[in-house]
């Protein structure tokens, strides 16, 4: 998958204008994310973390050439594993028969569920629903009042209203719209609890997946970077002076700290997908958490520079450089890369202190 994500980047970095202007993955590109597989990457009942390091490395892959085609990719094919918890028969279902399903999931609580005759009936609206614009069903969180319970739902894309909301400075190619439901009945077979993955016992590290998988995306958009970056060097002469900048000592400097950086940024995101397990207790994964948070601010912070030391005509409209600093600066804000957040809950699980329950771990 990896080769043929490798192989994709230089045709979806081509294409990343045209994907921005969109606000949505062009037509051509999911054709050709189709035919390579990647949708359908890991989504085996049980067998995510088997193929975990093979996602990853794809994403990393697709990022070089477009930050918002690797986010939309890795998501789908992700989500295809979290489907696989549902019932047998609402899997089934979910697939229609398929190898995969183009499902968003929106794991913020925002919306309600009251049991009812036939299911729970849900209400509700969801922000940042990467994805939703190419979708065959979403999943969103939804509060049981009682008890309280947190609740994932499957519900096909047709029954969602989608609010035009994002218009953003980065990631723009996402699509991650609002979806809003209203009193949409769910039956039992298309829905789990969210408790599954909670708590200070051994659980499915559910939010450590997430975080590492989302963080490749900065992993790789970064590692492209400063690939152009080094070529950029070679061939940049620069105004007024005339000076070629790879023999300017302050601009190898600059180059070297990033490399070095982003090694060591690369080496901590590599160990903590190397150390995930099937199941893990609180401290793990608040580890693999923070872990995550820390490489995407490293990566923000070695972009930034570089498109510092990269001159006005990185910041070009077609330019790669503007395009990838946009990117990173958008990525970092998810809510799941809070460094200071992300540190409390670790420290918190270090010293046995409670969380809490809003906690993401």
């Known amino acids: 998958m990896a080769e043929a ?52 490395a794809f994403t990393r892959e697709l990022a070089k050439g477009c930050a918002s085609t690797a986010w939309v990719t890795m998501f789908y094919s992700l989500h295809n594993w979290l489907i696989t918890f549902l019932p047998e028969q609402g899997h089934a279902e979910v697939r229609g028969g398929r190898p995969y399903a183009l499902v968003p999931a929106v794991l913020a609580p925002t919306g309600t569920a009251e ?7 849900v209400t509700g609206r969801w922000s940042f629903a ?5 979708a065959d069903w979403v999943m969103v969180v939804a509060l049981v009042t009682d008890p309280l319970e ?44 969210m408790l599954d993955f ?36 070679s061939a940049r002469v620069l105004a007024y002076s005339g000076v070629k900048q790879a023999d300017m000592s302050a601009a190898r400097v600059r180059l070297a700290q990033a490399a070095v950086r982003l090694d060591a940024a690369v080496a901590l995101f590599e ?31 070695i972009v930034n520079d570089v498109c510092a030391a990269s001159g006005a005509t990185a910041q070009f409209a077609g330019s790669p450089f503007q395009r990838v600093q946009r990117d ?30 809003t906690a993401m771990a």
Request: glycine fraction near 8%; charged fraction near 25%.
């Open 115 to 121: 049991p009812t005759a036939g299911g729970y009936r």
């Open 328 to 357: 990173l600066n958008t990525l970092c804000g998810h809510v799941i890369f809070d460094l200071d957040t992300a540190s409390d809950v670790h420290a918190r699980a270090r010293l046995g202190l409670d969380l809490p329950p």
């Open 130 to 134: 990467t994805g939703i614009m190419h």
């Open 198 to 233: 909670a708590g200070p016992a051994p659980r499915y590290p559910l939010i450590p997946v997430m975080s590492l998988a989302a963080a490749a995306v900065a992993v790789g958009a970064a590692e492209g970077l400063l690939e152009a970056f080094e070529d950029r060097l």
């Open 5 to 56: 994500a490798r192989g994709l980047a230089p045709v979806l970095a081509e294409r990343a204008r045209e994907a921005e202007e969109l606000r949505e993955l062009p037509e051509a590109t999911l054709k050709d994310l189709h035919a390579a597989g990647l949708f359908a990457g890991v989504h085996e009942r049980g067998g995510l973390l088997a193929g975990f390091p093979a996602l990853t």
């Open 271 to 301: 160990e903590s997908v190397r150390r995930l397990r099937d199941e893990m207790d609180l401290r793990q994964r608040s580890w693999h958490r923070l872990t995550a948070a820390h490489v995407v601010k490293e990566t923000r912070e």
């Open 150 to 193: 947190p609740r994932l739902f499957a519900v096909p894309a047709s029954r969602a209203v989608v609010h035009d909301v994002w218009h953003t400075s980065g990631m723009r190619a996402t699509g991650s719209n609002d979806v809003e439901l209203r009193d949409v009945v769910v039956p039992p077979h298309l829905t789990i609890s």
